[in-house]
């Protein structure tokens, strides 16, 4: 059960650090696309976030996807290459994270919620300006540069606020609140008992048309049980 919590925590990490810039064009009510590199191991690669009103799709690999509907805060996972999909409803997340922090607190680890921590080193990251934060959880630490003079960046965390509902909101517990954010993060870094685990930096956000179909699950792929919720 740990292992499967950890790997659909870092997921969900990595389809949140998208969702950090998503709305990053004049207008939020446009269609976007957001490419991220992502470095790390087996996750290196690019991966795209297109966002359509309350829809959001994070092509995290060419394996696997993840579909999140704001307003109804269920959150899919598609496996392309065996055609199924894993499911998570709002409510179900719900359960899924009062039993989570229930044994946290059982077993001594529920406690104050980490703040983000100025580093007070500054960097340019792809010519932009930003500085250094860290939020630390247990053994897991994210490093953000975040760009302060980035466009419309209450806007975007808006957006990032909105997404972080329902299933997605399993993932918010182990993030800071982007309410906290004093602009917009271009790159993250996430490391894992001292261990870097992955970075992501932001590659492009355009404002394109994205076809409402790709935030359906598609012809022929057929639902499985969820690993982590199992049925009663």
Not at 134 to 160: C, H, Q, R
Not at 167 to 183: I, Q
Request: aromatic share 6%.
């Amino acid at each position: 059960m740990t292992g499967l919590r950890s790997g659909s925590r870092r997921i969900s990490i990595r389809t949140a650090a998208a969702l950090c810039v998503a709305a990053a064009v004049c207008g939020v009510r446009a269609d976007l696309v957001v490419v991220q590199k992502v470095e790390g191991g087996a996750q290196s690669g690019e991966m795209t976030m297109r966002i359509q009103g309350d829809k959001a799709r994070a092509d995290l690999s060419p394996a696997i996807s993840t579909l999140i509907d704001a307003a109804t805060g269920d959150a899919i996972t598609l496996m392309h290459e065996r055609k199924t999909f894993l499911r998570v409803t709002a409510a179900a997340a719900k359960e899924l994270g009062a039993r989570l922090k229930k044994n946290e607190r059982e077993n001594g680890g529920s406690g104050p919620r980490p703040q983000l921590v100025a580093t007070g080193k500054k960097e340019k990251v792809d010519g932009r300006d930003t500085e250094q934060f860290v939020w630390e959880f247990g053994e897991m630490k994210l490093t953000y540069w975040i760009a302060k003079d980035f466009p419309n960046a209450p806007s975007i965390l808006a957006i990032m606020k909105k997404m972080q509902t329902g299933a997605a909101a399993l993932a918010s517990d182990y993030l800071p609140d982007p309410a906290t954010f004093p602009g917009l993060p271009v790159k993250t870094e996430m490391a894992v008992g001292g261990k870097k685990s992955f970075t992501t930096t932001v590659v492009s956000v355009t404002e394109e048309p994205v076809d409402a179909a790709i935030f359906a699950v598609p012809p022929g792929y057929k639902e499985v049980p969820s690993p982590v919720i199992p049925p009663r």
